[in-house]
């Protein structure tokens, strides 16, 4: 799996947490290094006519050569092997992982026509499971072994902090990497959340230093270097409303609106697609768009978060999700 802000560590602590005999492979979070000079040369050049994707290209060679090193020491038959974002290693590397496993299952927690090199490797899973729903509907018909699913929670963590209702100032938490697309959403919704004397801890990860320079605003922080997962979570604990902003690449919920329905938060959110879902409500969540202005937000910040079935809450939980892919 992808070692993106180790959130590795979170399905490790939930799989052993469930009594799992785990042995976790993840891509390598150090900084990548050039095997040798030429390497370096070749994608400076291949930059000047236009290709971005040389370095990336050795990062998934590198990705997939250090997996079938941890494979090689895998002498045992497993009986589950999950693949998160299966598009970052090889065919020929997952045909191995194949042979050890008596089911070899994927996640694509991003979308095909953004990766494309997943479509290629479904048919060597025996299921593949797909997050955007928009995904399912297109290649359901192509492929009997697509499955949908939802993102989830982590419920390992059990100390759920109740919403600090009446507590004032009320403190909004959102992080996420600098996308183009989305930034004057956060900009505005920040001014509004100034304007309404609450406390911003708005954090966005920035990787072109320019980015600071030319979106620098009073409640924004810019930050270079990104909280892990699980600091993450405990930055949503302390907050009264967490903002979700959604990725436009994306058609379905990102992790952070099962946080807030796990730990009880109120959410702000630009997904709509958040009212299909059977945990959805209007006083613990506000979908915004440009019609909802400041006055809407004010009156939503003002009602008392509704506490959702347990029973509801649970279908979204990590121990419900991992059964499901596991005994589909």
């Known amino acids: 799996m992808p070692h ?14 469930l009594d799992f005999d785990i042995k976790l492979l993840f891509t390598s979070d150090s900084e990548f290094q050039y095997d040798h000079a030429a390497q370096k040369i070749t994608n400076f050049f291949r930059k000047l006519v236009g290709d971005k994707n040389y370095k990336n290209t050795l990062k998934d060679q590198y990705n997939d050569k250090s997996l079938r090193k941890a494979l090689s020491s895998i002498n045992q038959k497993v009986e589950y092997a999950l693949v998160i974002r299966p598009d970052y290693f090889s065919k020929e590397t997952l045909e191995i992982l194949k042979q050890k496993t008596n089911q070899l299952i994927a996640y694509q927690w991003d979308g095909l026509d953004r990766y494309p090199k997943a479509k290629e490797l479904i048919n060597i899973f025996d299921r593949f499971f797909l997050f955007d729903v928009d995904d ?12 949908p699913i939802t993102n989830f929670y982590f419920d390992f963590d059990s100390e759920i902090d109740p919403h600090k209702t009446g507590e004032d100032p009320k403190e909004i938490f959102f992080i996420g990497s600098f996308i183009e697309k989305r930034i004057d959403d956060i900009k505005y919704l920040t001014r509004i959340f100034t304007e309404l004397k609450m406390k911003t801890n708005i954090n966005l990860l920035y990787f072109d230093e320019r980015t600071p320079l030319l979106h620098q605003q009073n409640g ?10 699980l600091e993450t979570l405990e930055m949503v604990k302390k907050a009264d409303i967490v903002l979700d902003v959604a990725d436009p690449v ?24 958040v009212k299909d ?20 937000i004010k009156d939503f910040l003002s009602k008392d978060h509704i506490k959702i079935d347990d029973e509801i809450r649970k279908n979204y939980s990590f121990t419900n999700w991992i059964w499901t892919i596991l005994k589909n």
Do not use: M
Request: proline content about 4%.
């Open 4 to 17: 993106h802000f180790k959130i590795y560590e979170g399905f490790k602590k939930n799989l052993e947490n």
């Open 220 to 229: 924004i922080n810019f930050i270079e270097k990104p909280l892990t997962y």
């Open 277 to 296: 879902y059977d945990f959805y409500s209007p006083d613990n969540i506000l979908v915004w768009d440009k019609s909802v202005d400041k006055n809407n």
């Open 136 to 147: 399912y509907e297109k290649y359901k018909s192509q492929y009997a072994n697509v499955f």
């Open 250 to 273: 994306h058609n379905g919920l990102s992790f952070r609106i099962f946080e807030t329905l796990h730990y009880s938060k109120k959410l702000i959110t630009t997904n709509p697609l």
